[in-house]
C-alpha cells in the first residue's frame, strides 16, 4: 500500500475536520427538536408563572366591601328606627290622656266643628322626627275666655283617600293664649301621605 503524499494527507485532515463540525451541528440540531418533530434552535420555552406571588385576595376584598356597605346601611335603617320610636314615645307620653279627651270630644262633634279658624297646622322636619310625618299643630284662643280644644287630623295618600286619622288637643288655654301640640302619623314614610284638618272643636 501506498503512502500518501503531503498534498494528499492535509486534504483527509482537512476533510476529518469538516466531517466533525458538521456531526457537531447535527447532534445540536436533534437536541434541540420539540416533540411535534419541528425545530427550535435560539427560542427558549416560555416560562410558567409564579402562582405563589398570586394572593387571591381581589375576590375576597371586593365581597368584604359589599358585606360593609350593607352593615352601614343596615345600621343607620336601624338607628333612624330607633329615633323615630324615641320620638314617637316622647311625644305620647306627654299627650296620650289630651289627646284622648279630644277624641271624645269629637265624637259628639257634627261637621267640622266650631274653631277651624283657630286651628294651623304646619309639618315638621323629618330630619328632627326620626323620618316620621309630624305636624305642628298651632291652636290659638280667639275667644275672650279661657277655653280648651279638639282638634282631628287626617293623613290622605295620593287619591285624596283617609288612611289615618289622629287626635290631639289643647286644654285649658286663656285668652289669647296658643298651644303647638304635635300630630305624628304612624304610617310608613312611603307612599307620602298629606295630613289635613278634619275638625277643630272648642269646648
Known amino acids: 500500500m501506498s503512502t500518501p503524499s503531503p498534498h494528499g ?13 458538521a456531526s457537531t451541528l447535527t447532534l445540536t440540531a436533534c437536541g434541540s427538536d420539540d416533540d411535534s418533530g419541528g425545530t427550535s434552535v435560539s ?4 416560562t410558567a408563572p409564579d402562582t ?16 360593609s356597605a350593607r352593615a352601614r346601611a343596615s345600621e343607620r335603617a336601624a338607628s333612624a328606627s330607633a329615633a323615630a320610636s324615641s320620638f314617637e314615645a316622647s311625644v305620647s307620653a306627654e299627650t296620650e290622656r289630651t289627646n284622648r279627651a279630644a277624641r271624645t ?36 284662643n280667639k275667644s275672650g275666655a279661657t277655653a280648651s280644644y279638639a282638634v282631628q287630623v287626617d293623613f290622605l295618600d295620593s287619591d285624596g283617600k283617609v288612611v289615618e286619622t289622629r287626635y290631639v ?16 302619623s304612624r304610617k310608613p314614610p312611603e307612599p307620602v301621605l298629606t295630613p289635613k284638618l278634619a275638625k277643630a272643636q272648642r269646648y
Open 43 to 46: 427560542a427558549e420555552r416560555p
Open 169 to 184: 288637643g289643647a286644654e285649658d288655654l286663656k285668652a289669647g293664649e296658643r298651644a303647638q301640640p304635635l300630630v305624628v
Open 105 to 140: 270630644e269629637l265624637a259628639k262633634v257634627d261637621g267640622p266643628g266650631n274653631a277651624m279658624s283657630e286651628v294651623t297646622m304646619t309639618g315638621k322636619p323629618r330630619s328632627e322626627t326620626g323620618g316620621l310625618l309630624a305636624v305642628v299643630v298651632t291652636v290659638t
Open 52 to 67: 405563589a406571588s398570586f394572593s387571591g385576595n381581589a375576590a375576597s376584598a371586593l365581597a368584604s366591601a359589599e358585606a
Open 9 to 21: 494527507r492535509s486534504r483527509i485532515a482537512a476533510l476529518a475536520v469538516a466531517l466533525a463540525a
